[in-house]
């Protein structure tokens, strides 16, 4: 009786609205935000100050818990007079009104059905709360998306990796951000990552409609950020004024950031500056630790330390709340206790902010004025890179100088006991969002550089079409995986976006997935108290099944290193052989097989736990956990 009576009154509360006209629905359709092992937090945007509702379930029973909103007016998110002006003819919409919830009391590692309702919409889809455990964990990030209305038929700068000369790349930055975020969809991670720079201009309303145009969709099953939680880093881009305005002028750019802080979610940082709140977070996911920080300013303006000479800080006269990152400040601070932290509780530790510290491109220049000295330089991010290596931090991720590029740099983590530990922190330039596509700049001198797209992707060209190789928009893919109960793996996949041109439409219409040649994986076991690291050692594969659960079908990705004689099994969780999928010899590389939730014969198997097995010729197995549903 009580599940009838939460549909009815599901249904009573739609229906009741139905009178209601369009100017009481979504502005910004429904997205998820900072997920923990109990918790997820559902943000939307409406026309007007209507009460909205989410109804949620875990997925598979029957009740739904229903939970009514509180909109608040979003001033900050208001169009400037200037964009009223210059876009709207002094009609641009009044401000949205802002509704948050959070779900709490959930359960791990679980999938959720929810819905939003607001005036006459109605928006599904669904989540997965965080692990508690060793699940494997998928995760995506890039950078420099950078979004405006203008990036539509806006074809960037794609320098010749041979001759040097600028040529306008193949398809426009609007059409490489989409296609880009619809291979990410398609992976189905748990989180994504942005390491900054998510608007041309954080201080123009209009470049953040277009971010969530991108970024949400009014059906569950095309949204990317109604479905995954969009992990974020604050970049220079994001502080900016507008593109009529004076740059990093304050108060402009703290108007500009504050959009940005009204949109996302993230954990305290308990900073005594409460403004500084949401511009750096330690978000802990299953083993993972995922520290985000806010390094677009530091020290006085103009200093060889500040890595944006026109953006007045929290150090600057007449400044805003951008928060310093030198040693001593409180960001440093939080920073290494966090890091510490981190190193006690979390397998994988990754930092994730903007300013690439080691680059070949224009901002791999020391800072200061003219020509080859950088005016926001990531040079002195490289400041923070000992306290990194100190702590064993696994991998950086960055954006900034749109490049692709991969750095190393050597070192020693101090273990909790105080052992040195030889190992080595990779930096990445991820930043192939959906903007530029840099080449590197004459004059910098990047001897830290592992892998650059521009030079270790050598473009192949058959007549006048791009068949293979070349830089272009994309992403990393990192897998973690538990590989017994000591050793996990991370595998960071470089992964790129490649335009297939169409004969018949005489243009590049078509894409698809790609990966570079520069896999990382790294290893780390934990023994008794000893944590040690093994980078770019070799694993026999990687895998995962979506959905799952699941009603009628789940499709299980495997990735094998080595090609050789492959096994992919079902079973109960008595332990008893359902079915074999397939036991023939497999090429090394991405595999996936779909199964219906069938036995051997062919009948539909009970609803409950089932393990699939994944053995390879060298003897390495692997297992997997489903749940089949019932429907
Ligand atoms: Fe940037």
């Not at 190992?423 to 840099?438: E, M, Q």
Request: with cysteine.
């Amino acid at each position: 009786m009580k599940t009838l009576t939460k549909i009815l009154l599901f249904m009573a509360i739609t229906g009741c609205f139905s009178t209601l006209s369009a100017q009481e629905n979504f502005r910004v359709w429904p997205y998820l935000q900072y997920p923990d092992t109990d918790a997820m937090s559902i943000i939307w945007f409406s026309e007007s100050a209507l009460l909205g509702r989410v109804e949620y379930r875990e997925l598979g029973t029957d009740l739904f818990l229903g939970v009514e909103s509180n909109p608040e007016l979003a001033e900050s998110l208001a169009y400037s007079s200037w964009e009223d002006t210059t876009f709207f003819e002094g009609e641009a919409p009044s401000a949205p009104y802002k509704h948050r919830i959070r779900l709490e009391s959930l359960m791990a590692g679980t999938t959720y059905e929810y819905r939003v309702i607001q005036g006459t919409e109605t928006f599904y889809s669904s989540f997965c709360t965080a692990p508690d455990g060793n699940d494997s964990i998928r995760f995506i990030v890039y950078g420099d998306c950078e979004t405006e209305p203008e990036s539509t038929g806006n074809y960037t700068s794609w320098p010749d990796p041979v001759t040097g000369v600028s040529r306008k790349y193949l398809i426009d930055q609007t059409t490489g951000y989409r296609n880009n975020l619809e291979v990410i969809r398609s992976r189905h991670s748990d989180l994504v990552l942005i390491a900054g720079d998510l608007t041309q201009h954080g201080g123009e309303q209009r470049d953040w409609d277009e971010f969530w145009r991108h970024n949400t969709d009014s059906s569950g099953s095309t949204t990317l950020a109604g479905q995954v939680p969009v992990i974020t880093a604050p970049g220079n881009h994001d502080y900016y004024e507008g593109n009529y305005l004076d740059g990093y002028n304050q108060p402009g750019s703290e108007s500009a950031i504050r959009r940005y802080l009204t949109y996302f979610e993230s954990p305290a940082n308990h900073s005594p500056n409460k403004e500084q709140e949401g511009r750096y977070y330690h978000l802990r996911y299953g083993q993972v630790s995922i520290i985000s920080l806010d390094l677009c300013n530091n020290g006085s303006n103009g200093s060889d330390e500040d890595t944006n000479f026109y953006l007045l800080g929290e150090s600057d006269i007449g400044g805003g709340n951008a928060p310093d990152f030198g040693i001593g400040s409180v960001q440093y601070n939080w920073l290494e206790s966090q890091l510490k932290e981190a190193q006690e509780k979390s397998i994988f530790t990754f930092v994730m902010f903007h300013h690439i510290p080691y680059s070949s491109g224009p901002h791999g220049f020391p800072v200061g004025e003219g020509d080859l000295l950088d005016n926001q330089s990531g040079v002195p991010t490289r400041l923070l890179t000992p306290l990194f290596l100190m702590y064993g931090v696994d991998a950086v991720f960055c954006g900034h100088d749109e490049m692709w590029e991969r750095s190393e740099i050597s070192g020693q983590e101090v273990l909790e006991d105080g052992t040195q530990v030889n190992y080595t922190l990779p930096f990445f330039d991820v930043g192939t969002g959906g903007d530029g596509l840099r080449g590197p700049v004459e004059g910098t001198d990047n001897i830290f550089q592992q892998f650059l797209v521009h030079t270790d992707a050598p473009e192949k060209w058959e007549g006048d079409y791009l068949i293979e190789g070349g830089k272009h928009y994309g992403h990393l893919e990192v897998e973690i995986i538990p590989v017994n109960e000591h050793t996990h793996k991370a595998i960071l996949t470089p992964v790129y976006v490649f335009p297939i041109y169409s004969e018949e439409d005489s243009a590049y219409t078509g894409f698809e997935r790609r990966e570079y040649n520069d896999q990382l994986i790294l290893s780390r076991t934990i023994a008794d108290t000893t944590v040690g690291k093994e980078v770019l050692e070799k694993i026999s594969m990687a895998t995962r099944s979506y959905p799952n659960p699941f009603y009628t079908q789940t499709l299980i990705e495997y990735h094998l290193q080595e090609s050789g004689n492959t096994k992919v099994s079902i079973w109960d969780d008595q332990g008893r052989l359902i079915r074999i999928l397939v036991d023939r010899f497999c090429v090394a590389g991405s595999h996936s097989l779909l199964w219906e939730g069938e036995d051997g014969e062919g009948n539909r198997v009970s609803p409950g736990l089932y393990l699939y097995r994944i053995e390879t010729e060298s003897g390495a197995i692997l297992w997997g956990r489903m749940i089949c549903l019932d429907f």
